[in-house]
């Protein structure tokens, strides 16, 4: 007998897709009643509409009193969507959350752990991503990569089949050894991009197996995350989200890191920020992301490395 997962209520799932923008005649309960083409559409659709309005960020180890994240569906359910204040999360929140979604719509699927290149040597577990199954089929679904993440879903396919992602890039899943591999025999997903057709494959974004993960799994593994002074996430803040075109299909990207705010369209830089100062970067996120800090999330960074002095 399969162990249960939580699930949202109708309700909440109305809730939820008002957040991606879709208006009610888009609003799916169940997707039992839907094709495998028509699912797989729907599932796309959900996807980019989650990477426009719900940003990849990680303010809450930065700007609160705790320091602290939590993954329970119903808490994320609360802070990214109830509070309706422009939140999101780093990328366990935010699959976590969709996949929750998800699953409350009738997809088949599972979380597995992946692991990211960071300049030329693998970390140790540090992503999440959900595998969802349609028909006879299998996809990446990754709303929480940010950056050069995925846009779409993608079928895990040993071909290495080229995928397109903001234009003029494409991106692609490679079964492949990876360097750090003792036995040779072993295999993993690999995720990659390219800038266009003519450039190379950049380095690796990250990998995975396909072993499905719990809770508790992910649990322990966050802990690492937003604790440790020597990760990504405790150092930088980070805020990052699609840029959708009148067509609803992903054109560009606007990211606020450490100091600094920019728009990419086409891959192409369009405007930049630099802040001076706390309160200029704290006024950009109301500004321009809809996140309304409070004073004690303010106070939270002082001291911290991340703060700008």
Not at 118 to 144: C, F
Not at 215 to 239: E, G, M, N, Y
Not at 267 to 278: C, D, K, P
């Amino acid at each position: 007998m399969s162990a249960s997962r939580p699930t949202y209520s109708h309700d909440q799932i109305a809730s939820y897709l008002d957040r991606l923008q879709l208006p009610p005649h888009l609003h799916q309960y169940d997707v039992a009643n839907l094709d495998p083409p028509a699912a797989l559409a729907y599932l796309a659709m959900l996807q980019k509409h989650h990477l426009a309005w719900i940003p990849f960020e990680n303010l809450s180890l930065h700007y609160s009193a705790h320091h602290r994240l939590c993954l329970h569906p119903d808490h994320l359910f609360r802070k990214i969507i109830a509070d309706a204040n422009g939140r999101g999360g780093y990328c366990m929140e935010n699959n976590t959350l969709f996949g929750t979604l998800l699953r409350s719509l009738g997809f088949t699927l599972y979380p597995t752990a992946g692991r990211v290149l960071e300049g030329a040597s693998w970390n140790s577990l540090g992503h999440m991503v959900n595998l969802v199954t349609i028909g006879n089929t299998t996809y990446l679904v990754d709303v929480g990569f940010g950056a050069d993440g995925p846009v779409r879903p993608m079928p895990l396919d040993r071909s290495a089949a080229i995928h397109p992602h903001i234009r003029p890039g494409s991106a692609r899943l490679d079964w492949r050894n990876l360097s750090e591999n003792t036995d040779p025999a072993q295999r993993a997903w690999v995720y990659e991009c390219r800038r266009n057709d003519d450039s190379d494959w950049e380095p690796v974004k990250y990998a995975f197996t396909g072993f499905e993960f719990l809770p508790q799994d992910f649990a322990a593994l966050s802990q690492h995350l937003s604790t440790s002074p020597r990760t990504f996430f405790t150092r930088t803040i980070v805020v990052e989200r699609k840029i959708l075109d009148d067509q609803s299909e992903v054109v560009g990207r606007m990211t606020l890191s450490g100091s600094k705010m920019k728009w990419r369209i086409h891959g192409q830089l369009t405007r930049e920020i630099v802040f001076a100062s706390e309160e200029e970067r704290v006024d950009a996120l109301d500004r321009y992301w809809g996140i309304t800090l409070g004073a004690v999330e303010r106070e939270g960074i002082r001291g911290l490395v991340s703060e700008i002095r």
